[in-house]
C-alpha cells in the first residue's frame, strides 16, 4: 500500500516561513512527478508546485520566488519551504503523487495525502 503523510503546517504569521513534507511510504512504480496541492476556503484546489523524476520544477504565478519544492529520493519525503508566506497562502496543503505505467502514458496524479492546514494571519 502507498500512504502520503503531510507534516508540518501550522499557524505562523505574515512574512514567516513553514517547511512541509510529505513522507511516502510503499514503492510506487514509475514515479514521474509529485506535487503540492492547496484548497482554500471557497476555492478550488490548485497546484502549487510539482517536480519530475528528472528534477524538473513547476510553480504557480503566486509563489513563485517564495516557495521552493524538493525532494530526497533517498528518504522517499517530499518537501515544500514556504518562505515571506501571505494571507492568501492560508489553505490545506497536499501532496500528491504521479506514476505511469510507460513513458508514452499520462503522467496522472494517483495518490494524495490527507492534507494540512495552513493559516497565515496579519
Known amino acids: 500500500q502507498v500512504q502520503l503523510v503531510e507534516s508540518g503546517g501550522g499557524s505562523v504569521q505574515a512574512g514567516g516561513s513553514l517547511k512541509l513534507s510529505c513522507a511516502v511510504s510503499g514503492y510506487i512504480n514509475n514515479r514521474c512527478r509529485m506535487g503540492w496541492y492547496r484548497q482554500a476556503p471557497g476555492k478550488e484546489r490548485e497546484l502549487v508546485s510539482d517536480?519530475?523524476?528528472?528534477?524538473?520544477?513547476n510553480y504557480a504565478n503566486s509563489v513563485k520566488g517564495r516557495f521552493t519544492i524538493s525532494q530526497d529520493n533517498a528518504k522517499n519525503t517530499l518537501y515544500l519551504q514556504m518562505n515571506s508566506l501571505e494571507i492568501e497562502d492560508t489553505a490545506v496543503y497536499s501532496c500528491?503523487?504521479?506514476?505511469?505505467?510507460?513513458?508514452?502514458?499520462?503522467?496522472?496524479?494517483?495518490?494524495w495525502g490527507q492534507g494540512t492546514q495552513v493559516t497565515v494571519s496579519s
Open positions: 517536480i519530475s523524476a528528472g528534477g524538473t520544477t
Open positions: 500528491a503523487a504521479a506514476s505511469r505505467r510507460t513513458l508514452w502514458d499520462a503522467c496522472d496524479y494517483k495518490y
